[in-house]
């Protein structure tokens, strides 16, 4: 493909994302939008095409944003470029969704038009409006049965604040309305603005590992132009590449000669180092740089840490290179290496979620062929010594004696909860059990927006589990960190045959210790298979136990052999069975299967 595909007036390009709540059908609709532009033939074309990760299909939602440019021809004549930015709608892949919408002037925002607006409709909306989007409205699933377009246009109105009297009806699955979507972008949306004679400035939106061609990056030019063959600099460390390549996705991966201010498009410059790409830097020309650093984006932070540990000791290396290519495809995952008296070596990770853990799990697993062990999740507490400082405590497992801890503080978020009024009581019920505390509760219709505080511990384990179940499924939940609050927290160790098992230790508030306790013993006496003597399953704050479970000891039978005769023989041989049974309950090792770490994570109350 030549450079003439790149020398397109900036007039005539559109920068858009999809927004939405989940399976409110954002990747229906860059479906449908790629075929209407043409991009790929009928036989090319597959369900959520832009869903290329095997779990993203699997699941049915999307983990990673994905672009692609399609040309589209208007009404008023003038054929257009659209980069299209399909973004996940999960609270976990947050981050994803804000990187995308720096790389753009405008949203589509997806409304569901049977459902209404959710708490990530919400969400994510606000991240465009801070973003100085224009956004343009649209009501899909408008031919369902249970369509109220008319409700639903009135409620982005009073619930969002913005103007939905245009909002654009559609079907995305049926295809209904496309071409009233591409003219409201052409229309409605503004161009880019950009200098193609200022030195260049690229915003590095992402990355990720190619097993051929090394790292590839996506960036948005903002000035001047990207030129293959050019040597660029990254403005964040002072790394120098040569360019070997430029493209642009459309779907497939298309080589073009250079992208122009407002273009979005990959480069392939034989990056060896990983560690060199931070997604938010700028690239700037090598011999003529810019003066000035692009703002980038936030630094994400993590919300839940877990150790994750190889099965087979030998894979730890190859666990540090697969988290290495992991970490540059997903800046908001962090990992640092830790060890365990249990586990051996491993590493500390810290996820946004836990939707975003076992995704980080699961990759693991299948991209890179790794057996892994994961601890429980914790979250960050701070610490303060009674010397007067304070550390952050990711490991339940590192938290010191209790006689030289002065207070602890646990983070606190704020969670918006948009639920069915019949729905509402077993919800507020769910959150006061969680130690929450009501800030607000507003009425949309038949809709109830509930604002709650709720310490980040009490969400962290299974809260969205049993938010979809006492809802039927029909509530939305999306939350945003609300500092730190002193909280009376202790560290319940699990002793298995009496030896600790740091791996399983966690930390909670002190009114919860003793249900969480026994819950996790329950469960393990379930798991831990039965051995030839007794075990016992103990949790304790300190040296008190808290709460115990006891597993049998199998029982071999030891007087087969005795037919008939006299009956102390039996006994005999019976006391002689109960004294090796002890000896071996003092000596036994208990190897705990790897179902029983992964257990702590899905614990009901």
Known sequence: MSATM?????????????????????????????????????????????????????????????????????????????????????????????????ACEGSLLVVDASQGVEAQTLANVYQAIDAHHEIVPVLNKVDLPAAEPERVRA????????????????????????????????????????????????????????????????????????????????MSNGAVYHVDQVGVFAPRMVPVDDLGPGEMGYI???????????????????????????????????????????????????????????RLNDASFHYEAETSAALGFGFRCGFLGLLHLEIIQERL???????????????????????????????????????V????????????????????????TLCSERRGVQKDLTYVGNRAMAVYRLPLNEVVFDFYDRLKSVSRGYASFDYQMD??????LVRISILVNLEPVDALSFVAHRSAAESRGRSICAKLKELIPRQLFKIAIQAAIGSR??????????????????????????????????????????????EIPQSAFLAALKMDH
Not at 181 to 186: D, I
């Open 545 to 590: 136990v808290i709460a115990r479970e006891t597993i049998g000891a199998m029982s071999k039978d030891v007087t087969a052999k005795c037919y008939g005769g006299d009956i102390s023989r039996k006994r005999k041989l019976l006391e002689k069975q109960k004294e090796g049974k002890k000896r071996m309950r003092q000596f036994g090792k208990v």
């Open 155 to 234: 409620q982005i109105e009073e619930v969002i604040g913005i103007p939905a009297d245009d909002a654009v009806q559609i079907s995305a699955k049926t295809g209904l309305n496309i071409e009233g979507v591409l003219e409201a972008l052409v229309t409605r949306l503004p161009p880019p603005v950009g200098d193609d004679t200022k030195p260049l400035q690229a915003l590095l939106v992402d990355s990720w590992y190619d097993a051929y061609l090394g790292v590839i990056i996506l960036v948005r030019v903002k000035e001047g132009r990207l030129k293959r063959g050019m040597r660029i600099r990254m």
């Open 483 to 488: 500092g730190y609050e002193e909280s009376d």
């Open 268 to 326: 392939n410059a034989a990056i060896k180092t990983v560690a060199d790409c931070n997604v938010g830097d700028t690239l700037t020309d090598d011999r003529r740089p810019a003066e000035t650093v692009l703002a980038g984006f936030k630094p994400s932070i993590p919300v839940v840490w877990c150790g994750l540990y190889p099965v087979d000791a030998d894979d730890f290396e190859k666990l540090r290179d697969s988290l290495s290519k992991l």
């Open 405 to 428: 801890i002065e207070r602890m503080e646990e983070p606190w978020i704020v969670a918006t909860i948009m639920v069915p009024d019949e729905y509402l009581g077993a919800v507020l």
């Open 6 to 102: 790149t020398d397109t007036p900036l007039s005539l390009i559109r920068n858009f994302s999809i927004i939405a709540h989940i399976d409110h059908g954002k990747s229906t609709l860059a479906d449908r939008l790629i075929q209407a532009c043409g991009a790929l033939t009928a036989r090319e074309m597959t369900n959520q095409v832009l869903d290329n990760m095997e779990l993203e299909r699997e699941r049915g939602i999307t983990i990673k944003a994905q672009t692609v440019r399609l040309t589209y021809p208007a009404k008023d004549g003038k054929t257009y470029v659209l980069n299209l930015m399909d973004t996940p709608g999960h609270v976990d892949f947050a981050y994803e969704v804000s990187r995308s919408l720096a």
């Open 365 to 403: 697993s299948r991209e890179f062929n790794l057996d892994l062990i994961a601890t429980a999740p914790s979250v960050v507490y701070r610490l303060y010594r009674t010397n007067g400082e304070m550390e952050e405590l990711h490991n339940p497992a590192d938290m010191p004696d209790g006689s």
